[in-house]
């Protein structure tokens, strides 16, 4: 299986996400639905193009664990999901990423523009 490059681990909490978290910043996550412990399974990627941790805090109901990394850009957030999203096709995430509004950004995998 191909390696996130991603942090963690971490439960998710509103606490655990402000501990891990810390910083406003741009970055991705990738979330684990099913699993409390044991291996980390991917059911969904995501990013921020400007705060990481409120994206996460928005999910916090739904998923069991996350992972996630800062990055300096929204441009590098993106391409960074869009890698996440076609290494681990996760199940939850059914539409290829979306770029942000405006930008003219392409997927590093696919080309896609949309």
């Not at 390696?3 to 509103?14: D, V």
């Not at 990481?52 to 929204?74: D, G, I, M």
Request: hydrophobic content about 30%.
């Amino acid at each position: 299986m191909a390696e996130t490059g991603l942090n963690g681990p971490f439960p998710m909490s509103k606490t655990d996400i402000d501990t891990a978290v810390a910083e406003q910043s741009p970055g991705v996550y990738a979330l684990d639905q099913s699993h409390d412990t044991g291996p980390f399974h991917i059911t969904y990627v995501g990013r921020s193009d400007t705060d990481v941790n409120a994206s996460l805090q928005e999910r916090v109901p739904k998923y069991k664990r996350f992972k996630f990394v800062y990055l300096p850009t929204a441009e590098e957030a993106y391409h960074k999901e869009c890698e996440l999203y076609h290494d681990f096709n996760p199940p939850a995430r059914i539409a290829h990423p979306a770029r942000p509004m405006g930008s003219k950004w392409k997927c590093p995998r696919c080309r896609l523009v949309g």
